[in-house]
């Protein structure tokens, strides 16, 4: 069965500091990874998508990066509004991780 | 403007069916893959079904197949799920989503699906 594993499960950075969260697949994948950002009581939100492709109007602060079972999203510089629950998907078998909360230290 | 609203969401006991629709307009429905994405009660998502452009091709994930079922009609803008012998783990949020095109994608607001007696 095909899994993909975010981590940390919860992450405690401040405004201003780089967040980087992981997405590892239990099997080789191609590059069709995207990115969600969700915040309370909304619908996801896409990133990235293709691995490194900010989708339209995403700040330049987020980015993608990794291949065949390590992608990361990272965030450059975190802004206030930025700190909310965040999945990986790939889109070839639409399975999705189980979410990074990224929260105020 | 890209709208996508769903409805038919509901409370239903466990074995008994819904069918949820989604409304699409301010795009050209025909010309999309759209799928259903679920969420429950302080859970992840979960990729339900996608369907192609004219309804000839469908995915459903394992946990559902031979339960739910995905269709669209092109001439009435709208996507649907028929979900039967519905289950407690079944209770969550259903989305609606628009594939992606040129770096955008369309996420409706979801209705809520209650299974419990």
């Known amino acids: 069965e095909f899994v993909l594993t975010q981590s940390p499960a919860t992450l405690s950075l401040s405004p201003g500091e780089r967040g980087t969260l992981s997405c590892r697949a239990s099997?080789?994948?191609?590059?069709?990874l995207v990115w969600y950002q969700q915040k309370p009581g909304q619908a996801p939100m896409l990133l990235i998508y293709?691995?490194?492709n900010r989708a339209t109007g995403i700040p330049a602060r987020f980015s993608g990066s990794g291949s065949g079972t390590d992608f990361t999203l990272t965030i450059s510089s975190l802004e206030p509004e930025d700190f909310a629950v965040y999945y990986c998907q790939q889109r070839d078998n639409w399975a999705f991780g189980q979410g990074t909360r990224l929260e105020i230290k | 403007e890209v709208q996508l609203v769903e409805s038919g969401g509901g409370l239903v006991q466990p074995g008994g069916s819904l069918r949820l629709s989604c409304a699409a307009s301010g795009f050209t429905f025909s010309n999309y893959w759209m799928s259903w994405v679920r969420q429950g009660p302080g859970k992840g998502l979960e990729w339900v079904a996608n369907?192609?452009?004219?309804?000839?091709?469908?995915y459903y994930v394992n946990s559902m197949k031979g339960r739910f079922t995905i269709s669209r009609d092109n001439a009435k803008n709208s996507l649907y799920l028929q979900m039967n012998s519905l289950r407690a783990e079944d209770t969550a949020v259903y989305y609606c989503?628009?594939?992606?095109?040129?770096?955008?994608?369309?996420w409706g607001q979801g209705t809520l699906v209650t299974v419990s007696s």
């Open positions: 099997q080789s994948v191609s590059s069709n």
């Open positions: 989503v628009r594939d992606m095109s040129g770096g955008n994608e369309y």
């Open positions: 293709g691995a490194s």
């Open positions: 369907i192609n452009q004219n309804g000839s091709v469908k």
